[in-house]
């Protein structure tokens, strides 16, 4: 039956150390039993050492944008300000940017472009080597990326232009009676039993912090594009400038 609580389709394990392929093979994401057991709980342990963020997230991004006047605000705030505040906390410099870079070939059906793999050997240099302990914080960075700028942009959207908020991520994939299938996350921002999300409470506490430091903002666009991926709802842009807007954050 198709279920959340199925397993997701295997990604290859005989790949280049050190590349995008080797991080898909060890982190929690991608795998099944005992290494899902074993890869989970050590990104949940690091979790749990990370304190409040939503107070740096509301800082760091006040900082940003204080000089500004038009921004885009996915491309200036929503990626980089939850990753670097993340990164942080998990004794990292800011490494936002090779994040992101990394977070575009991240699933298994894109093809690694040569940036995302240098930047996948950065991210592995500033964790200190190729272990599982390195492939766990990268992949907390990577998997918070665009799931935590999607909370940013549609909730601002929607603040900003009285439309209800969208759920950033739409679906995933299950391995079914030997089918790769797409399973709903309709209701489930965070999804759902085994692999429910390990960093919901951070994800709303970073995106909190930054879209209180987003009042007083409104868009300088009509019409919001969107990214065009069958299984996110989110923003691709979301130009703003300062001026009150109607209403308020919920």
């Known amino acids: ?47 749990a050492s990370v304190g409040e963020l939503r107070d740096e997230a509301f800082a760091r991004t006040q900082g940003i944008v204080a000089a500004l006047g038009e921004f885009d605000v996915m491309a200036v705030v929503a990626r980089p300000v939850p990753v670097g505040v993340l990164a942080s906390a998990l004794d990292l410099p800011d490494v936002s940017a090779d994040v ?22 950065r991210l592995i240099a500033a964790c ?3 272990d599982e302990h390195a492939a766990a914080r990268i992949g907390l960075l990577v998997q918070a990326c665009d799931a935590t700028a999607g909370l940013i942009g549609n909730e601002l959207s929607a603040w ?18 030997g089918d790769d299938v797409s399973v709903s996350l309709a209701g489930t921002p965070f999804g759902a039993g085994p ?40 923003p691709a842009r979301l130009w703003v400038t300062r001026g009150r807007a109607a209403g308020g954050l919920c």
């Not at 690694?112 to 793999?117: I, M, Q, V």
């Not at 908020?165 to 994939?173: A, I, K």
């Not at 919901?200 to 990214?227: C, D, M, N």
């Open 100 to 121: 992101a870079l990394v977070a575009a070939a991240y699933h298994p059906h894109v093809t690694p472009d040569s940036a995302a793999e240098a930047a996948v050997g």
């Open 160 to 177: 900003l232009s009285g439309k209800p908020v969208g759920q950033p991520v739409l679906s995933t994939r299950r391995r079914v009676d």
């Open 195 to 234: 692999r429910a999300c390990p960093g919901a409470r951070h994800a709303t506490a970073l995106a909190t912090g930054v879209l209180q430091a987003l009042q007083g903002f409104r868009l300088t666009e009509v019409k919001t594009s969107w990214v065009p991926a069958p299984n996110l709802r989110m």
């Open 128 to 130: 200190g080597g190729a």
């Open 1 to 47: 039956m198709t279920s959340l609580s199925a397993p997701v389709p295997p990604v290859p394990a005989d790949v280049p150390p050190g590349s995008v392929a080797w991080l898909r093979a060890s982190v929690a994401r991608f795998s099944n039993g005992p290494d899902h057991v074993r890869r989970r709980a050590l990104a949940v342990s690091l979790l």
